[in-house]
């Protein structure tokens, strides 16, 4: 078994041997890898590779076999990883401030309610993610990128220490995909919030991730530093496409090959 170890210090989470079965098709095939503490982790790969599935196993949101567990071993609640999906469902009636608020949840008693401390905390979060004045509006008229934000904001407002973020830009332009993800890296930075990111975007996985997981049919391809993996050749067979690799200010830059006309 190879274990994909954490980059540095301590393993803010662990995964082993972690498979989930739908029916008779094996989704997931023995995943291993630590996540420290303050990194971000990119999982990369084809549309059905299993990047969301493994997601939802981590947050136990699906059932799976192996061991899913925090530092010390005890398995995650949530109060310790926040799940920003892909496609969330938003409840009709719903202010984007009462959605955001479904964040503290976790943290509240029963038939507790919320208190100044949590109201104030969200009202932080709006602004962060520049939503203030959408606050009162219903959530199911908020456009497509507008609603990703405040699915986004009701993670952060769980305040869990890990992140997992399903395709976090699908549906914003590319000023606020940037807008968010730099976010996203600024709290990870000052607050030490580690992030697992399945990423669509091969430049964006490498500008942002510390670490890329190259998932193809449910099994580890590769791991390591973007530059380890975001390889010309490995891309293009796993992707089954000619892909190119350039660097372009220091940066790695993942493109289709010219079209031959």
């Known amino acids: 078994m190879t274990v994909i170890a954490a980059a540095t210090g301590q393993a803010a989470l662990r995964c082993r041997s972690v498979a989930v079965v739908f029916g008779k098709s094996e989704v997931l095939h023995r995943i291993d890898f630590d996540l420290s503490e303050g990194e971000w982790l ?4 084809p ?13 136990g949101l699906t059932h799976y076999e192996g061991t899913v567990a925090l530092h010390g071993g005890r398995v995650p609640s949530a109060t310790d990883v926040a799940l920003v999906p892909q496609s969330p469902i ?10 955001v608020m479904l964040g503290r949840t976790a943290h509240l008693g029963w038939l507790s309610r919320e208190s100044r401390s ?4 969200v009202g932080l979060v709006l602004r962060r993610l520049d939503l203030a004045s959408f606050a009162e509006r219903l959530v199911s008229e908020l456009s497509g ?13 769980q305040q869990a220490p890990i992140l997992l ?10 000023g606020h995909q940037m807008a968010v993800l730099e976010l996203v890296d600024q709290l990870r930075q000052q607050d030490g919030l580690s992030v697992i990111a399945a990423m669509h975007d091969l430049t964006t996985a490498g500008r942002f991730a510390d670490r890329l997981v190259l998932v193809e049919q449910g099994t580890v391809v590769d ?34 090959s010219p079209r031959r006309i």
């Not at 973020?165 to 590319?174: K, V, W, Y």
């Open 42 to 45: 990119g999982i990369i790969g």
């Open 47 to 59: 549309n059905g590779a299993g990047k969301s599935t493994l997601l939802r196993a981590i947050a």
């Open 90 to 99: 938003l409840p009709a009636g719903m202010t984007v401030t009462e959605y």
């Open 118 to 121: 949590d109201r104030s905390l």
């Open 145 to 157: 990128g507008e609603a990703q934000r405040v699915v986004l904001a009701r993670a952060l407002a």
């Open 165 to 174: 973020l399903d395709e976090p830009t699908s549906a914003l332009d590319l």
């Open 223 to 256: 791991c390591g530093t973007p530059a380890e993996v975001l390889r010309q050749d490995q891309l293009s067979e796993v992707f089954r496409t000619p892909l190119q690799v350039r660097v372009l200010d220091g940066e790695i830059v993942v493109l289709p």
